[in-house]
């Protein structure tokens, strides 16, 4: 937004920030405020965003000592618009006085547009937001207008400073869930990675999701609310033996989300940037020191800022399949599988990403663990767990009824390979492709896609399907197994999926 746009906002606010990050002028409170016997003060602004207005504006709150709670509530306009045109929606989040830095210390919390108003203490903080001293300095309240209608956005926040001691005055240390479960030594551990709380826009508490969680029959889940790790201290009591909780975040960008895939605990992800800004590489790598993956989640969704715009080479996985089957998900998968051919085609050490499946779970009845991903880890632990996806030992299933394996066999000597991995003989070896399921649902096929495309279907029955091809013929091989088609077919639009394996690479190179 140009300058001269900023300075037409109107009412309390007008800009006094640098170039580049459009700052709202200053919310002060009297120094000797909470020295005089009043227990709060509050101050209110009000203004308007115009249409284009930033990502993000900022309006900074002077906090004088002896506060013990911040605490703000905002409102803005719905106006009426034509059919076809976004309205208005903003969300909300602060920095501390440790200052609004790209990737900096301040992060204190963010809600998007999940709540209308939250609070901070020592002891303890709105869900989303971090508990924490409220100590004295310039705090910044940011305001995230996601759409501006054509009419403009008007705004109201109110900032209120609570004063004195609480009686413990101590943020209580977070308690964070253990890095392994017991498990069951070198198995297939099924897990849903991206999950909603009421830490974010989520409906369900983290005992809920705990819950849903063992009745899906999963191992492991991963925490990740939208932009704020708040959630990362709150599953004290939910972890077992059964049941493995990683910590991560949905980094939600205006150009796409990213699942940052069990990251270490307390671990904050910025988000601020588009891809243009050419900052997605810088915490791509953040994702990874931390101990995660970097997962682009759901790239073809059609929500405002859902699509995926900052390409895959700084990726480990790309979730393919994001709660119920939709031709969101169809899309995700053909270009995918799309990364595959050209990764086979591109010569040795082409570097090629495993398919991820997740809920992305928020609220009932959305269902945890559809999908699921089954991922053959050596233990059950997050090491295991993050090598095995970054392997590709992977495949996804629309529950855990859904029993599969797939390998391919052949060249002699017992050569074989399971998914994810490469089976290394001659070129003109004759191979057998093998798929065996269970637990799926009746009338259901299944195809062996390759580099070639679809090349074989049959019925799922009680027995393996069996499929014999070479390396020169298909570099690498993939299992589907679908449900029939809405149309039984007329349409040439394939059924939804109940299972898809990653690849088994044929062939020595």
């Not at 101990?291 to 715009?309: D, E, F, I």
Request: glycine fraction near 12%.
């Amino acid at each position: 937004m140009r300058r001269r746009d900023l300075l037409r906002m109107t009412t309390a606010t007008a800009v006094a920030g640098a170039a580049g990050v459009p700052t709202l002028d200053t919310v002060t409170f009297a120094r000797d405020a909470g020295t005089a016997g009043t227990p709060a003060v509050t101050r209110t602004v009000s203004g308007r965003l115009p249409a284009g207005a930033p990502d993000y504006v900022y309006l900074p709150v002077e906090v004088p000592p002896g506060v013990r709670e911040i605490a703000v509530a905002y409102t803005y306009d719905r106006p009426a618009v034509p059919a076809g045109t976004q309205g208005n929606a903003c969300d909300i989040g602060i920095f501390d006085e440790r200052g609004t830095a790209l990737g900096g210390a301040g992060f204190r919390g963010w809600s998007g547009g999940a709540r209308t108003e939250f609070a901070i203490s020592a002891e303890r903080a709105t869900p989303g937001y971090l508990p924490g001293p409220v100590r004295p300095g310039t705090w910044h309240v940011v305001l995230g207008p996601y759409t501006v209608a054509p009419q403009g956005l008007a705004y109201e926040v109110t900032v209120t400073l609570r004063y004195g001691t609480a009686p413990s005055g101590a943020t209580p240390r977070p308690v964070y869930p253990p890095q392994r479960a017991k498990g069951r030594g070198r198995a297939w551990y099924r897990g849903d990675n991206h999950l909603h709380s009421v830490h974010s826009d989520g409906k369900r508490t983290p005992a809920e999701i705990a819950a849903a969680a063992r009745a899906a029959g999963l191992d492991w889940i991963t925490t990740t609310e939208h932009n704020t790790t708040s959630a990362h201290a709150a599953w004290e009591g939910l972890w077992g033996d059964d049941l493995l909780v990683l910590t991560g975040e949905e980094v939600t960008t205006r150009n796409g989300h990213v699942v940052a895939l069990g990251t270490d605990p307390g671990a904050f992800i910025d988000w601020r940037y588009r891809a243009l800004d050419g900052a997605f590489g810088r915490f791509a790598r953040r994702i990874r020191q931390a101990g995660g993956l970097v997962v682009p989640a759901h790239p073809y969704a059609t929500c405002v800022g859902c699509n995926w715009k900052f390409g895959f080479e700084d990726a480990d996985a790309v979730e393919v399949w994001n709660g119920p089957y939709t031709p969101d998900d169809e899309m995700a998968i053909a270009a995918w599988d799309a990364m595959l051919v050209a990764s086979v085609r591109g010569g040795p050490g082409a570097h090629w990403l495993p398919a991820l499946g997740n809920s992305d779970a928020h609220r009932e009845p959305q269902v945890v663990g559809l999908p699921q991903t089954v991922v053959l880890a050596d233990d059950l632990s997050r090491e295991a767990l993050r090598a095995g996806i970054r392997a590709g030992r992977s495949w996804i299933a629309e529950s855990s009824a859904v029993m599969l394996s797939f390998e391919v066999t052949g060249g002699g000597r017992g050569a074989h390979a399971g998914i994810g991995e490469r089976l290394r003989v001659p070129n003109d070896a004759e191979v057998t492709a093998r798929l065996k399921v269970s637990g799926a649902p009746e009338n259901c096929t299944a195809t062996f896609v390759t580099d070639q495309g679809p090349l074989f279907r049959a019925a799922v029955g009680s027995g393996a399907i069996e499929w014999r091809t070479t390396p020169s013929y298909a570099a690498y091989v993939r299992a589907e197994v679908r449900h029939p088609a809405p149309d039984g077919g007329a349409s040439g639009t394939p059924g939804p999926m109940v299972a898809m394996t990653n690849p088994v690479f044929l062939g020595e190179r």
